[in-house]
């Protein structure tokens, strides 16, 4: 995972405006199991108290059809329009997943919380040898964690497990990321990378075609019902520049973000009006005039003719092979691996690639004449 990767997922939690400091003491429960034993008793009271599936009848089908949209920070997507309404309580779980999830819960129990003492022993054998069997250990005498966690997130998806998967899977990342030595406990920064990985689930899942995993998009994603309702509350405009300005976003992203969320799946294969027209036959290829895709297509015949032309002038097998393999190829190796193949060094080998664009240059002249412009013609050489 790059840096790039971990800087952006962890800046998830301070996008939506959650502190480390806000965080510790309402969701990490490292110091009072008594606190741990309400948590459980309260989920084990929430699953035997849900109510029953309701019956597949033609009077509640339009029900059953709302309840099988996926809930967003309590928010739906729940018609033609695609605005977006307040929503009721999410559907119960299925009896299925209700005895999973109370299998789960009974089984992440049996294992005994871990002291300071032992996490910093499990840590420094992780980071200092890579100690499988200790990362283990870490994750699953931490699982009340996980599941506390996947628990906040139980409106915006139907089935619990899989929210229980992917707090678990983000706990994995931490145990292999923590370093004892920054003076938290392992919990303290399990948080940020269960959330990370639930919050990426919940945008890469929620919808068939998910919204881009950018910044602006983890920004927009959760917030843009109450941005909305903001706007309209004020008497503003719900568009892209207002929004962007809010969330300090470049506005043309934002409009890009915004007409995913307010947009709903359609099939290109769905039948539109009367006859074998569908949708997809009606939307206008960005393919350009007829005129524009001949002159590209005799563009594209010509320079093909010029390459071709010139590599036949090339008469050392050491200049064609950088020619070919390095400078026109759609799969090019580097001047490291060409530079491997000759006994020379990197240096020469670059040498003869740009001894070769400028022959390449003047071959393009003498076919097109000395007013050709080239400056879109390896211009750096």
Do not use: C
Not at 7 to 23: H, N, R, Y
Not at 228 to 253: C, F, H, S, T, Y
């Amino acid at each position: 995972m790059s840096a790039q990767h971990v800087d952006d997922e962890m800046s998830i939690d301070q996008e939506e405006g959650v502190s480390a400091k806000a965080l510790v003491p309402e969701i990490l429960i490292d110091e009072s199991d008594a606190m741990l034993g309400d948590l459980l008793s309260e989920e084990r009271a929430a699953i035997e108290d849900a109510p029953a599936p309701p019956e597949d009848n033609e009077n509640n089908s339009e029900s059953n059809e709302s309840n099988a949209l996926v809930l967003r920070q309590s928010h739906r997507l729940a018609n033609d329009q695609g605005e977006w309404f307040r929503s009721r309580e999410p559907s119960p779980p299925s009896k299925e997943v209700q005895e999973l999830y109370r299998s789960f819960v009974s089984e992440a129990t049996r294992y005994e919380r871990l002291s300071d003492e032992e996490e910093r022993a499990l840590g420094y054998r992780v980071r200092d040898h890579r100690d499988r069997s200790a990362a283990k250990k870490l994750v699953v005498h931490n699982l009340r964690l996980a599941i506390k966690m996947a628990h906040q997130y139980r409106r915006q998806w139907a089935n619990i497990m899989d929210l229980v998967q992917e707090a678990s899977t983000g706990m994995t990342i931490a145990a292999d990321k923590w370093d004892p030595d920054q003076g938290t406990r392992f919990g303290t920064y399990a948080v940020y990378w269960i959330r990370a990985q639930l919050t990426r689930f919940l945008m890469m899942n929620g919808r068939m075609i998910h919204t881009g995993n950018t910044r602006a998009g983890r920004k927009l994603y959760f917030k843009y019902p109450k941005i909305r309702r903001q706007l309209e509350a004020a008497g503003e405009a719900v568009n892209a520049k207002n929004v962007a300005e809010i969330i300090d976003e470049d506005e043309r992203e934002v409009r890009l973000i915004m007409n995913r969320l307010e947009g709903r799946e359609a099939s290109l294969s769905a039948s539109v009006g009367e006859g074998d027209t569908t949708l997809g036959d009606m939307i206008e290829a960005d393919i350009g005039t007829p005129e524009e895709l001949a002159g590209h297509h005799e563009m594209q015949e010509f320079i093909s003719g010029l390459i071709v032309r010139f590599s036949e002038t090339i008469e050392n097998p050491r200049d064609r092979d950088v020619w070919t393999k390095h400078l026109i190829s759609n799969d090019p190796l580097t001047l490291v691996e060409l530079a491997n193949q000759y006994g020379v060094s990197k240096q020469r080998m670059g040498q003869l690639a740009t001894k070769l664009k400028r022959a390449f240059r003047r071959h393009v002249v003498d076919e097109l004449g000395p007013d050709t412009q080239l400056s879109w013609l390896f211009s750096r050489d």
